[in-house]
């Protein structure tokens, strides 16, 4: 780890960063409908302008030694409780820069994107304030420089999350896929949380320098607790195994929100939680094999269910989660992979926003439809879309010298290369992943945009005929751009451990080792091979017959399994959910029958015998005289006894 | 007056320090009579029996008060308790309640029974009292304060206009209280009255044109065959009254009761039982018009 | 005999007394039983005078005929009052102050 320096020069005015897009979206928010006009240019405007200053900070940056590269920028004190010191600062260093310049660049290209894309949308200034608000918050969470302020932001990207899932607020579907994706994120939240509380209970602060500098006295328990509630924390954000169901769900969002928030920027924050916490995951063994164990499941998972839905947006969320799952695999294996999960996070970042504004696109021109069992042969009709999206398609499953194929060969390389049951466990998970991307996307790609044109026999939802249309320029030039990275980003970042290196500061120097049971090349050849049988597969299962428009309803059990998210919301209803309703109706019923029952029944018992007292009351002046010769008799014969007793 | 009770305290106080055998005879004559008057007063069902066995036994009380050294206060029972107090009673007895006699049932579920049982209580409570602590008493001489100084009278007086004057003026400011309440309690006068006007003033004030109509609304169904309130009442010429519909019927047009003027003044064609024999009957009236 | 005798029949008397209170349900009834009662104890205290050897008893004797023909005089004017309004002199008549 090198030693903080604070900062200097350009670094200064690195507070724009934030500042920019927090003042896009409070303008936006506040000014209300005056700004409707212009308010959607004034967003891509911030965001542009903090791109262009973490440029500049970056450029600066490559330009000091590399001893010099971290950097820290004291704001304000931001919470001044007697022993709860808080401070408001930013860390400038490789990791934080280089996810500024992933965040403002693809952040501006999708926002450029969504000038088009919401053009009919009547609330599109509101639409670009809730970007501009994610935009701040995840710039905030990666810039930093302790766990509060990382909290702070994180809460923020779940709100802004929430708010753009739940976007069409008159579809019921996305209303609960809102709510979900906020519960569900409650959920990894708390773990984080009870993480810092334990960080800030040992160390007495929360400021990454001093965490990093003394995590070393903790005891190795504390520091695997600590690892493994981060790793909820990140599983939530993340949409990882157990909490990856809300993620397909959040598609409920525009198509923007799932490039920029649900593929390229906030779900990678758990993988950059992961590799920000690097020098407390390098002390436990324990909990970087959960983490691969974690990556290893979900990114099965993801591939398997991909390959059932019919859902353009599902296939890709699932694709998401299941590339996800490669990166946390790559942040388990320590300082083997940190980097590596960060190359691919970048190259993801680039294909994956680009595969969902194509998918965007052909929603655009299709009428909103999502099915692709009713698309085909789209690839006449928006060449451009279609190329781009080949593009990103040929990333994402690894076709030689496109991006995909340096990050991800890496880290399936990597994983092969851990000793003993691990190398063999791991490896075969990543490349029987690799192999089953291929099929899915390849699948998705001949659906929409090969193939019979199936359309042309359909009707829209509101009784209209098909008329797909390649989208305006403002909308794929954005794609073009992303395309572009789809392909050269991976080999620039890979070649020479261009972006390992520069990362070194952060995350430490990136270690190779081959302890596994293959070579390297045997690994590359393997994964080419797996690759070229699922495209294979594919194309004889998909592009080979007719495709029904309706989905096929008898099918075998794996289907019905992937269709069912391999019963993860199944699993989540019961191990969960049921057992909350079953406490909760415990708790209304003691509530209701305990306390409300102890409170009534003072009343009532207080009423019930007044009522029976009360009745004494007759009005007979004579049972009144009664009681008054009763008493007296009482009180004389009281008063007896102790005279005439003692 | 005074002279005899002077008299009787005088015989009384030459027994010093003990009951003589007379007033034993008057006790045990009287105490049974006294006695024997509660008893009847609670158990006559006629409250002027009641009254009159409360004054035997009151009059057996004074007796008690003389022999028992007390001349004044014996007189003043017998004439303002026996005389003044119970004739009160009687007096408002007469006026109210002489014919009430209590009903034998008794409304008041266990009253009698929980009375009798208190009482007896109160009682036995009393004689212990009194047969734990009161057994050996000798009856003092009030030789002194009745033989000096003027006798019981003047005695009782002195003490009332020294020892206890500022009681004394406080019963004074009672009793004026209570004949003043006792006035405004029983005080009817004419405050039932007030407001309202004789007959024949308001007969003067119709006239005078203080009310809208000398004479008062006509009822329904007046000079008219029906008396129901949907039969306007007629005038004298056999028009109808307009002042005598309801305003529910008035807001009906008066051609609707055409037919019930007719019934009402007796002009309805009613079923003629020749009309269904001959034309005969047509001409026979034809020609009576004619 | 003893003073005592009266004392005894002052008892009696005001037990009867209070039993007529608690019994009769005639109002002017009711006041004579108040009124045996009051006799009653006048008699105690008389004959207290006379155990003592001193007046005191018999002057609070006299203010307590003073009270009670007090008492008498709105009592009876009550009466009259209510019997007026209820044309009844019947105490459980009077019963509409209750639950």
């Known amino acids: 780890m090198e030693a903080v320096h604070p900062a200097s020069g350009v670094a200064t005015v690195s507070w724009l960063l934030l500042a920019l897009p927090a003042f896009g979206a409070l303008v936006l928010l506040i000014g209300g409908r005056r700004t409707d006009k212009w308010g959607h240019l004034l967003g891509c405007l911030t965001i542009i302008a903090a791109f262009v200053i973490g440029l500049i900070t970056f450029i600066n940056s490559t330009g000091l030694a590399v001893a010099d590269r971290v950097q820290e920028l004291h704001l304000f004190s931001w919470i001044p409780v007697n022993a709860l010191q808080v401070d408001f600062g930013l860390r400038l260093d490789p990791l934080s820069l280089t996810f500024v310049l992933l965040i403002t660049g693809v952040g501006g290209l999708i926002h450029v994107y969504s000038i088009g894309y919401m053009s009919a949308?009547?609330?599109?200034?509101?639409?670009?304030?809730?970007?501009?608000l994610f935009v701040a918050s995840m710039l905030l969470l990666v810039l930093g420089d302790s766990f509060v302020t990382l909290y702070l932001g994180w809460e923020g990207v779940g709100l802004a999350s929430y708010l753009l899932i739940g976007w069409y607020i008159d579809r019921p579907a996305a209303a609960t896929a809102a709510k979900k994706a906020f519960l569900m994120n409650r959920v990894g939240d708390v773990g984080l949380a009870i993480a810092i509380f334990i960080l800030f209970a040992n160390l007495h602060t929360t400021q990454y320098s001093v965490v990093f500098a003394n995590i070393g006295k903790l005891s190795p328990g504390t520091i695997t607790a600590i690892a493994l509630l981060l790793l909820l924390g990140a599983c939530g954000k993340s949409g990882q195994f157990p909490l990856q169901s809300w993620l397909p769900d959040a598609m409920e969002g525009p198509t923007p929100v799932s490039a920029l928030i649900h593929a390229a920027t906030m779900v990678t924050a758990g993988v950059y939680l992961v590799c920000r916490s690097n020098p407390i995951y390098d002390l436990t063994v324990a909990g970087r094999l959960t983490v691969v164990f974690v990556g290893a499941i979900t990114l099965l998972i993801g591939c398997?269910?991909?390959?059932?839905?019919?859902?353009?947006?599902?296939?890709?969320?699932?694709?998401?989660?299941?590339?996800?799952?490669?990166m946390m695999l790559a942040a388990g294996l320590g300082p083997f992979g940190y980097a590596l999960a960060i190359t691919h996070l970048l190259t993801h970042g680039f294909f994956k926003a680009g595969l969902f504004l194509g998918a965007g696109s052909v929603m655009h021109g299709m009428n909103d439809e999502v099915n692709m069992r009713k698309f085909g042969g789209l690839f006449k009709r928006m060449p451009i879309t279609a190329v781009t999206f080949g593009l990103g398609y040929l990333a994402i499953i690894g076709f030689p010298g496109l991006s995909g194929y340096f990050s991800k060969d890496a880290i399936i390389d990597a994983a092969f290369q851990q000793p003993g049951w691990q190398g063999w466990v791991f490896g075969i998970a990543a490349v029987v992943g690799a192999g089953l991307t291929a099929f899915y996307m390849t699948r998705l790609v001949i659906m929409t945009f090969f193939g019979k044109e199936r359309w042309r026999d359909l009707k829209t939802d509101d009784g209209h005929d098909f008329h797909p249309h390649e989208a305006s320029p403002v909308m794929w030039i954005p794609m073009t751009i992303l395309a572009i990275g789809s392909i050269g980003a991976g080999a620039y970042f890979s070649l020479g451990h261009r972006l390992a290196d520069w990362l070194t500061p952060s995350l430490g120097t990136l270690q190779e080792r081959s302890a596994g049971p293959l070579s390297s090349t045997e690994i590359t050849i393997l994964t080419l091979v797996l690759a070229a049988i699922g495209v294979v597969v594919a194309i004889l299962t998909v592009g080979r017959s007719a495709v029904p428009v309706e989905r096929p309803a008898r099918v075998s059990w794996p289907v019905r399994a992937a269709r069912?998210?391999?019963?993860?919301?199944?699993?989540?209803?019961?191990?969960?959910?049921?057992?909350?309703?079953?406490?909760?109706?415990?708790?209304?019923?003691?509530?209701?029958?305990?306390?409300?029952?102890?409170?009534?029944?003072?009343?009532?018992?207080?009423?019930?015998?007044?009522?029976?007292?009360?009745?004494?009351?007759?009005?007979?002046?004579?049972?009144?005289?009664?009681?008054?010769?009763?008493?007296?008799?009482?009180?004389?014969?009281?008063?007896?006894?102790?005279?005439?007793?003692? | 007056m005074i002279h005899e009770a002077a008299l009787f305290a005088q015989a009384a106080s030459d027994?010093?320090?003990?009951?003589?055998?007379?007033?034993?005879?008057?006790?045990?004559?009287?105490?049974?009579?006294?006695?024997?008057?509660?008893?009847?007063?609670?158990?006559?069902?006629?409250?002027?029996?009641?009254?009159?066995?409360?004054?035997?036994?009151?009059?057996?009380?004074?007796?008690?008060?003389?022999?028992?050294?007390?001349?004044?206060?014996?007189?003043?029972?017998?004439?303002?308790?026996?005389?003044?107090?119970?004739?009160?009673f009687l007096f408002v007895l007469m006026m109210v309640g002489r014919e009430s006699s209590d009903s034998v049932v008794e409304v008041l579920r266990g009253q009698r029974l929980w009375g009798g049982i208190l009482g007896v209580g109160v009682a036995g409570l009393f004689i212990g009292i009194v047969s734990q602590s009161l057994v050996d008493v000798t009856s003092s001489n009030l030789n002194g304060p009745n033989g000096t100084n003027g006798g019981n009278v003047a005695n009782i007086g002195r003490s009332l206009f020294t020892d206890f004057l500022f009681p004394f003026e406080l019963t004074s400011a009672l009793l004026i209280t209570a004949a003043v309440g006792a006035i405004v309690l029983a005080y009817t006068g004419k405050s039932d009255r007030r407001g309202r006007k004789t007959q024949r003033e308001l007969v003067a004030m119709r006239f005078r044109g203080e009310y809208s109509r000398p004479s008062p609304l006509p009822g329904p169904g007046v000079f008219a065959t029906a008396n129901s309130v949907a039969t306007p009442a007629l005038l004298p010429d056999g028009s109808v009254a307009p002042e005598s519909l309801s305003e529910l019927i008035d807001s009906v047009p008066i051609s609707e009761f055409a037919h019930d003027l007719e019934v009402s003044t007796g002009t309805e064609h009613h079923a003629d039982a020749h009309a269904l024999t001959q034309s005969t009957s047509d001409s026979d009236e034809e020609v009576s018009h004619s | 005999m003893t003073p005592t005798y009266y004392l005894?029949?002052?008892?009696?008397?005001?037990?009867?007394?209070?039993?007529?209170?608690?019994?009769r349900r005639n109002a002017i009834?009711?006041?004579?039983?108040?009124?045996?009662?009051?006799?009653?104890?006048?008699?105690?205290?008389?004959?207290?005078?006379?155990?003592?050897?001193?007046?005191?008893?018999?002057?609070?004797?006299?203010?307590?005929?003073?009270?009670?023909?007090?008492?008498?005089?709105?009592?009876?004017?009550?009466?009259?009052?209510?019997?007026?309004a209820r044309r009844s002199t019947s105490v459980d008549d009077a019963n509409l102050l209750k639950y």
């Not at chain 2, 034993?24 to 509660?38: R, V, Y």
């Open chain 1, 121 to 132: 949308d009547r609330d599109r200034r509101r639409f670009f304030a809730y970007l501009n």
């Open chain 1, 304 to 326: 398997i269910v991909g390959c059932a839905y019919d859902d353009i947006k599902k296939v890709l969320a699932y694709s998401t989660v299941s590339q996800i799952g490669y």
């Open chain 1, 564 to 646: 069912a998210n391999l019963y993860g919301d199944a699993l989540n209803e019961t191990l969960i959910a049921r057992p909350g309703l079953w406490l909760d109706r415990a708790l209304v019923f003691g509530d209701k029958f305990g306390i409300d029952g102890a409170v009534n029944g003072i009343g009532i018992l207080f009423r019930g015998s007044s009522g029976r007292l009360r009745k004494l009351q007759t009005g007979f002046v004579r049972s009144y005289a009664l009681s008054m010769l009763g008493g007296a008799i009482v009180l004389i014969g009281a008063l007896l006894l102790v005279r005439f007793s003692g």
């Open chain 2, 15 to 88: 027994t010093v320090n003990k009951v003589g055998a007379g007033e034993t005879i008057i006790f045990w004559i009287l105490g049974p009579i006294a006695l024997a008057g509660a008893l009847g007063m609670l158990f006559s069902r006629n409250a002027v029996h009641s009254a009159l066995w409360l004054v035997l036994t009151m009059f057996s009380l004074g007796v008690f008060y003389m022999i028992e050294q007390a001349p004044f206060l014996g007189f003043v029972q017998i004439i303002v308790y026996t005389g003044a107090i119970m004739m009160l």
């Open chain 3, 8 to 23: 005894l029949l002052s008892a009696l008397l005001f037990s009867i007394g209070a039993v007529g209170v608690l019994v």
């Open chain 3, 29 to 84: 009834v009711v006041f004579m039983c108040i009124e045996l009662m009051l006799n009653a104890v006048n008699l105690t205290l008389v004959t207290f005078a006379r155990i003592n050897g001193s007046l005191s008893g018999q002057i609070m004797a006299f203010f307590v005929m003073v009270v009670a023909a007090a008492e008498v005089v709105v009592g009876l004017a009550i009466i009259m009052s209510i019997f007026r």
